[in-house]
């Protein structure tokens, strides 16, 4: 007897093979059979009726982890079929954790809805935390340089050798802890500081245990082919895998015509030369960033109290009016309306509102409003986020029918009763995913389903080598979804975001109903998928 039979379902096995009516069948977790199963008999049967039965979605870029200590559901993307999640990006985790950095990681924590207190210390325990709340979703982790670098108490862009060593210790603990790799954001403090020599020292201890490196790279406008060259040059001197973070560039920022075309023809060229490197992008013009990015260094440079005291400075406020010219380059260029407040704990009933209405609201111009807003956030300055339009359509198509780009979504999970509406009320959250599938596969063709599923499933499984997820085949983890095409909507949009997808009806992990009906059911069945 079967524990699972998903019967009759369109199956679209992760491969990008043709799809095919069949059944799937599962026993102890994992798939055991796939094809016309007519005599099997099982616990439980799905009906599938045609309805498309795939494998559980792979994030390769997500910020779950920002959120899964107050939401361990994870019903927002749990319901839209994501069953795996890549996190630890853009620099950032919550370990580990010193007293250079306790103060930090504690105003983020707070920012993303968990009160509770911070039980760890190392990598290992993080997680260990984790497994015992219980999640999910599965996750794959990278451990994050700029956490890293608070941790040891780095300031400034010349770490000495005992902050080094420090480093180095932290990034091998999380590397016996099972993280996939190390992940930089060198668009936001404190990474941003870190010189070349100072990222490769740290990712040759990840090529030692055959690890990957991930980056939010420098630049991705005027000086996008530099960050694209110094990407590549610090996996081929460490010997990692690589993975180029949201590989897109932000409209009408000062990127050179073609610009985009030329990092991705430097990256085919690196995989030509032996290199294994790929990129992921994002589902929406809009997307999501952080406030501070814009400041320039000597804002952040001696910690959070003092660039709260400069921020408040008019002097200060005056030249940083012709200084912020960086990251979202726009809105040095007066483009206000470009720009929302994802969500300000000191400033109630801003969310989603650009800087323009703010200014109206508040009586001030938009840079006062941006720099009280900052200044309001204390030791969280750094985790206050926006919502940008950021993309074109054309763009978005060329990059998501990219061969070398996986698609993924650069946001993070939440649900409806965890106290995180402002800081979830983007349909990136609730949306992203399934809109690959209802914009791009069913409205525009832009791919056909089974190419769009295996850029969401076992093309980002197998570059992160997590070997038994991604495809519905024998031995495979019984990590599956049954969505109705037809039916699926993305639920949540810009003028009203907080709502689930609808017509993904059954979501298993690892072999575990999680959703059934379209409902959760509360089951926390994910895993620590560690690097292999």
Not at 259 to 278: N, Y
Not at 391 to 413: C, K, N, Q, R, W
Request: charged share 25%; with cysteine; aromatic share 8%.
């Amino acid at each position: 007897m079967l524990e699972l039979l998903i019967r009759d379902g369109l199956v679209v096995d992760g491969s990008g093979a043709a799809p095919f009516r069949g059944d799937v069948a599962v026993e102890s977790g994992r798939v055991v059979e796939v094809g016309t199963l007519e005599r099997a008999l099982a616990d439980r049967v799905v009906e599938a009726d045609g309805r498309v039965v795939c494998p559980g979605f792979v994030d390769p870029h997500s910020h779950s982890d920002f959120t899964l200590p107050s939401v361990p559901s994870a019903e927002s993307t749990i319901r839209q079929g994501v069953t795996t999640e890549v996190v630890g990006n853009c620099g950032w985790t919550y370990a580990p954790v010193s007293g250079h950095s306790r103060g930090v990681m504690e105003a983020r924590l707070r920012t993303f809805a968990y009160e509770g207190p911070i039980e760890w210390s190392s990598f290992a325990e993080h997680l260990a935390f984790l497994s015992d709340r219980g999640h999910s979703q599965n996750l794959a982790w990278f451990v994050g340089h700029n956490t890293i670098r608070y941790a040891a108490g780095v300031s400034g862009p010349r770490a000495n050798e005992s902050e080094l060593e420090t480093m180095e210790s932290y990034v091998a603990e999380a590397m016996d802890a099972g993280a996939l790799g190390l992940s930089t954001g060198l668009e936001f403090n404190p990474g941003r500081a870190a010189p070349t020599e100072e990222i490769i020292r740290l990712n040759r201890i990840v090529g030692g245990y055959g690890g990957h490196y991930t980056s939010h790279i420098r630049n991705r406008d005027t000086n996008l082919q530099d960050s694209i060259d110094e990407f590549l040059y610090i996996i081929g001197e460490c010997g990692t895998s690589g993975e180029i973070s949201h590989l897109n560039v932000r409209n009408r920022t000062g990127a050179a015509p073609g610009a985009w075309q030329r990092a991705v023809d430097t990256m085919s060229a690196a995989r030509e030369r032996g290199l294994d490197v790929l990129a992921d992008t994002t589902p929406f013009r809009d997307g999501l960033g952080q406030m501070a990015g814009v400041l320039p260094p000597f804002i952040l440079a001696e910690g959070w109290q003092e660039a709260c005291t400069r921020l408040r400075d008019p002097t200060v406020r005056e030249r940083l009016a012709h200084e912020c010219d960086r990251y979202w380059r726009f809105i040095h260029r007066g483009e206000w309306d470009r720009v929302r407040l994802q969500a300000s704990p000191q400033y109630p009933g801003l969310e989603g509102k650009d800087f323009r209405q703010i200014s109206a609201l508040l009586g001030k111009s938009e840079w006062e409003c941006y720099f009280d807003i900052l200044a309001a956030a204390g030791p969280a300055i750094e985790s206050i986020l926006l919502i940008g339009e950021l993309f074109t359509d054309e763009h978005l198509a060329e990059m998501i029918s990219h061969p070398l780009f996986s698609l993924g979504v650069d946001g993070y999970a939440s649900a409806l009763d965890a106290g995180l509406d402002g800081v979830s009320a983007h349909p990136v959250c609730f949306a992203g995913h399934v809109h690959y599938l209802t914009r791009h596969v069913r409205e525009l063709g832009t791919l056909p389903l089974e190419e769009t599923i295996r850029k969401m499933t076992s093309m980002p499984a197998e570059h992160f080598r997590l070997r038994d997820r991604g495809r519905i085949a024998p031995g495979f983890a019984a990590d599956l979804v049954v969505f109705d095409l037809d039916r699926l909507a993305d639920g949540s949009t810009v003028a009203d975001p907080l709502r689930y997808a609808r017509g993904v009806d059954e979501v298993f992990v690892n072999g575990t109903a999680v959703v059934a009906a379209g409902e959760h059911t509360g089951a926390r069945p994910g895993r620590h998928l560690p690097r292999t």
